[in-house]
């Protein structure tokens, strides 16, 4: 019975542990090199679908290389944007 | 053949070839070693829940752990809204960490470093949260393309950019698991040809290397497939929490 009552005071701890933990969010981040790594691919990523998508309607429409070139530069922008929203992320999260 | 640093990512047949309606598929290494990752965690996992002790022993510790880590994971970047995608998050995260630990034995296959996989799943993600926003909030969802605040005479450029960048999410996560475990088993063999070719008395160097980037190559097997989990917990947010 000791035990039992023992166990509980240890739970309510924990869980009193666990609840400070969460609401301070001490998140650790991981390594500095997977970040750098995230804000490269996502850049790039949105270069080549871009890109992609530009090649697409091209051939759709035949219309090569306008759209090509266009949505080369919207994808640059796109990628940007990504860029700007992870590395927001980063700072809220630290 | 032993000295070429790409030929650990060969697919090759496994058996007889099974072709249906033209598409082959056999059975090859890369299936093989993605049913070892999943029969290894069906046991972890198992072994782990077999005994229900209060106080847990080694295997109960440790997916007792991993499944705290997830949970919160889940409940941080996604809030309880999440929740019921619980399971498919936390297989995720645990098959792609267990397809790249096996990847870092000896002779064995990566299945991750091959950008077919990590593509599927990046799209399979990608269509199920599309569907999920749909879903809550119907045609609502497609706000997400048009952030408020913006003129009217640059709104449609604006779309086009939050389309594309939407439509790079799948590419990005895909491209990242695929691109770190490819790359590091790429170093990993050409430390490893190097200590081949320079021998007894200048090998030991490029060896010391290894080994430092064996334990590199563990720390990115897991760091990636967290954040392949954590970037769809950010995705799945997203879709439930509409705002930007």
Same mark, same amino acid.
């Given at each position: 019975m000791e035990e039992k009552e023992d166990f509980k005071t240890r739970l309510k701890i924990a869980k009193s542990k666990l609840k400070s933990s969460s609401s301070s969010s001490s998140r650790e981040t991981g390594s500095l090199m997977g970040s750098a790594f995230k804000i490269g691919t996502e850049l790039v990523a949105a270069v080549a679908v871009g890109? =992609?998508?530009? /090649? $697409?309607?091209?051939?759709?429409?035949?219309?090569?290389?306008?759209?090509?070139? =266009?949505?080369? /530069? $919207?994808?640059?922008?796109?990628?940007?944007?990504?860029?700007?929203?992870?590395?927001?992320?980063?700072q809220k999260e630290n | 053949m032993a000295t070429n640093p790409m030929h650990q990512f060969s697919v090759h047949r496994i058996g007889p070839e099974i072709k249906i309606a033209g598409i082959d598929i056999s059975f090859t290494n890369a299936s093989l070693f993605m049913v070892i990752s999943a029969v290894a965690i069906c046991l972890f996992l198992s072994l782990g829940t077999k005994q229900k002790n209060l106080i847990p022993n080694k295997m109960q510790l440790l997916s007792e752990i991993l499944y705290n880590f997830i949970a919160k994971m889940i409940s941080d970047t996604a809030g309880s809204k999440a929740k019921p995608y619980f399971p498919f998050i936390f297989s995720l995260f645990v098959f792609v960490l267990f397809c790249n630990m096996v990847g870092m034995l000896p002779y064995s296959f990566t299945v991750t470093s091959h950008i077919i996989v990590t593509l599927i799943l990046a799209i399979f993600i990608f269509i199920a949260v599309t569907i999920?926003?749909?879903?809550?909030?119907?045609?609502?969802?497609?706000?997400?393309?048009?952030?408020?605040?913006?003129?009217?005479?640059?709104?449609?450029?604006?779309?086009?950019?939050?389309?594309?960048?939407?439509?790079?999410?799948?590419?990005?996560?895909?491209?990242?698991?695929?691109?770190?475990?490819?790359?590091?088993?790429?170093?990993?063999?050409?430390?490893?040809?190097?200590?081949?070719?320079l021998g007894l008395l200048g090998g030991w160097l490029p060896l010391s290397f290894s080994v430092a980037l064996t334990g590199l190559e563990i720390l990115v097997a897991f760091l990636q497939a967290y954040v392949f989990a954590i970037l769809t917990c950010i995705y799945l947010n997203d879709a439930l929490n509409l705002h930007h």
């Open positions: 890109t =992609i998508i530009g /090649f $697409i309607l091209d051939t759709w429409f035949d219309t090569k290389p306008w759209l090509i070139i =266009i949505f080369f /530069f $919207i994808g640059s922008a796109a990628g940007m944007l990504n860029v700007i929203r992870t590395a927001k992320r980063m | 999920i926003g749909f879903i809550k909030h119907g045609f609502g969802y497609l706000k997400l393309f048009v952030p408020s605040g913006v003129p009217t005479l640059l709104l449609p450029l604006i779309t086009i950019i939050e389309i594309i960048s939407y439509l790079s999410r799948p590419v990005s996560l895909s491209v990242r698991l695929f691109a770190n475990m490819m790359a590091g088993h790429t170093m990993l063999k050409v430390f490893g040809g190097f200590v081949i070719s």
